[in-house]
């Protein structure tokens, strides 16, 4: 981060550093499959004892006090290290819904598990059409006999393959794409009509898609209330975005040291690579593109927990921007520096690619983000246009 920490912040980032430097080698990634079970218990176990599971929350949530930049300096670390926890849909995610729209009997059911290492929530919101559109929503929530029936089809859910339960976000009225109508309900995997269906990631991850028929939940289910988690839904996936900007952050800075490295005592024609004039020039291209990255996600972490949709979106879109040209630089120049073995399974390089791509598309990718970008600034200057 590119602002000064508190000590508590200083002691969190030293000790992520140092904890996933020593336990997530990178033969440790090779040996984690996509279609892996949820966390690794140990190490999940490990992350609820050193707090950083409830490092983001408040203390009356049971919490550490702790925001955007505790989760930003964990998610960074996992960037760096390339490891498969599900910390963003399970803590950035669900953890946030929970502890933005839950009561005080949901929260201690299904926030204080999750902070204690005790249950593992996945968010379900996408849909096979929906893209980049979160109010495109064709699952439905009706109310029948005291509860709700839940039906439809939730697409590319995050971590899914492993989860105990599911945020589920369904239309409870309103038109396919209307803002106003849309619920959030928990749904336990075990239920009733559930079916997951797991498969791996392109970056060695895992994601699910969940079909609904009839699945039938209490109105203790409904988190926040009914017809208006749109609002909530949005500053959510705003915070993901910034999570997985973050951990972008941490894998363009390991992928640029590893070509730094690589260059610097790879020989050809009897002098090392380094020596290049024209690879000097691309690697401080690659080391002036992180450096500008780094400066774009440390205002959008700070900007993570305004209510004010506009600033912080366009200040989210512009992390994305900036991490999705920087990754995709980053991993096409070492890719081209590392040669034939960059693209390989045995080279971390590759697998650096795949997951910076993976980030890439993750709660819209560039190009989405440029026309939100456009129009969030358009909107702001219409509003500031009308007279008072």
């Known amino acids: 981060m590119t602002w000064e920490l508190t000590p508590e912040q200083s002691m969190l980032r030293d000790s992520a550093e140092r904890y996933f430097r020593e336990h997530y080698p990178f033969e440790k990634r090779r040996a984690a499959p996509g279609s892996q079970a949820g ?7 490990r992350f609820a004892e050193f707090g950083w599971l409830a490092a983001p929350f408040p203390e009356s949530d049971g919490g550490m006090g702790g925001g955007p930049v505790e989760a930003a300096i964990i998610m960074e670390g996992i960037g760096a290290s390339l490891a498969p926890e599900p ?30 290492g005790a249950s593992l929530p996945a968010l379900a919101f996408a849909e096979p059409q929906s893209r980049y559109d979160l109010h495109d929503c064709l699952a439905s929530a009706r109310e029948r006999d005291g509860r709700y029936s839940l039906n439809g089809h939730k697409a590319v859910v995050l971590g899914g393959a492993g989860a105990t339960a599911y945020i589920v976000v369904a239309r409870t009225r309103g038109a396919q ?38 699945v039938l939940v209490e109105h203790a289910a409904l988190l926040g209330p009914v017809h208006r988690g749109a609002a909530a839904l949005n500053k959510i996936i705003d915070a993901g975005a910034v999570a997985v900007a973050a951990e972008a952050l941490g894998a363009m800075t390991s992928l640029f040291k590893l ?10 024609f009897g002098r090392p690579l380094s020596s290049n004039q024209a690879l000097q020039h691309r690697l401080v291209d690659m080391h002036i593109a992180l450096e500008e990255t780094r400066a774009v996600v440390a205002h959008a972490v700070r900007c993570a927990d305004s209510d004010d949709a506009v600033t912080r979106g366009k200040a989210v879109s512009a992390a994305k921007i900036q991490a999705g040209k920087t990754g995709r630089l980053i991993g096409q120049e070492a890719v ?18 795949k997951r910076l791509t993976m980030i890439d598309v993750c709660f819209g990718n560039v190009s989405w983000h440029e026309q939100r970008y456009a129009q969030l600034t358009l909107d702001a200057g219409a509003a500031n246009d009308r007279p008072a």
């Open 87 to 116: 910390y963003l849909p399970a803590v950035v995610l669900c953890g946030g819904l929970l502890a933005a729209l839950g009561d005080d009997t949901q929260k201690q059911s299904w926030l204080q598990p999750l902070l204690e």
């Open 177 to 214: 794409r209307a803002s106003d109508g849309l619920s959030l309900f928990v749904v336990p995997r075990a239920a009733d009509g559930l079916a997951v269906i797991p498969y791996p990631t392109i970056d060695g991850l895992n994601a699910c898609e969940l079909r609904l028929q009839d």
């Open 259 to 268: 070509t730094l490295d690589y260059v610097k005592t790879r020989q050809q």
């Open 39 to 45: 966390a690794d218990s140990a190490s999940w176990g």
């Open 336 to 353: 081209q520096m590392h040669g034939a073995m960059g693209v390989t399974d045995e080279s971390p390089v590759s697998h650096y690619f």
